[in-house]
């Protein structure tokens, strides 16, 4: 089972750069990074997903190590609409059953002006 | 595009009753996943389907059963809610072809009395 650990919450400032780091000591070789966000009353959303080094895309930068053990989403220059719980998940539906897929607690980011 | 539609949106049950819950897609995905969501926590699987015809376990199935007859479409059946049971449901989909994040509904919040 691909457990995550992830910080409860985390607080910024408005422009700031944020990270939050998830470890994921068990990752399996054919596990997939992946990192949702979710606001309140809604689903959860697809952020960004990796399996090694660097991937960016339009609104987020995840970097993985070399021993994938851990991956951190990177959120440049945060505003107040980024305030929302990020969840980290390991796993590939196509080498693993759904139900080792788990999304956890997350982390609660809240930005301050 | 509709992508994941929930339906209903909110419902309140007394203990013992039963019901339904609806989820439809329209964007060909063989899985499918229903969670529930308490306060403040994580989004906890109950059950799965990799395909028309399939179902399957997942974190927490007790009290709760599921079908997949046509493949947009994935019900959660409570068939004597609980005060438990009270919760904000989620249904999601995705493609077993590759490993795409899943998309998600705006969620049920249920409430039994």
């Known amino acids: 089972l691909a457990k995550t650990t992830q910080p409860i919450s985390m607080d910024s400032y408005e422009g700031q750069e944020v990270n939050i780091t998830c470890s994921h000591n068990?990752?399996?070789?054919?596990?997939?990074i992946t990192w949702y966000q979710q606001f309140p009353s809604q689903g959860p959303r697809f952020i960004i997903q990796?399996?090694?080094t660097k991937v960016t895309n339009e609104v987020a930068s995840l970097f993985i190590p070399a021993d994938r053990k851990s991956s951190t989403l990177s959120l440049p220059r945060v505003s107040l609409s980024d305030t929302a719980v990020y969840y980290c998940?390991?796993?590939?539906?196509?080498?693993?059953?759904?139900?080792?897929?788990?999304f956890g607690s997350g982390t609660r980011l809240s930005i301050r002006p | 595009n509709a992508g994941v539609t929930q339906t209903p949106k909110f419902r309140v049950l007394k203990t013992g009753q039963s019901m339904t819950l609806l989820c439809a897609q329209d964007?060909?995905?063989?899985?499918m996943y229903w969670y529930r969501q308490d306060p403040g926590m994580g989004l906890r699987l109950i059950h799965y389907?990799?395909?028309?015809?399939?179902?399957a376990k997942g974190e927490v199935p007790d009290g709760y059963n599921v079908s997949r007859l046509k493949k947009q479409n994935f019900l959660l059946g409570l068939e004597s809610a609980a005060p438990s049971q009270t919760s904000v449901y989620f249904c999601?989909?995705?493609?077993?072809?590759?490993?795409?994040?899943?998309?998600f509904g705006d969620g049920t919040r249920l409430s039994i009395l």
């Open positions: 999601a989909s995705s493609p077993a072809d590759s490993n795409q994040p899943q998309h």
């Open positions: 068990n990752i399996a070789t054919n596990d997939y």
């Open positions: 990796g399996y090694k």
């Open positions: 998940l390991v796993g590939d539906v196509r080498y693993s059953s759904a139900s080792k897929i788990i």
């Open positions: 964007m060909n995905h063989e899985y």
């Open positions: 389907s990799v395909g028309e015809g399939t179902t």
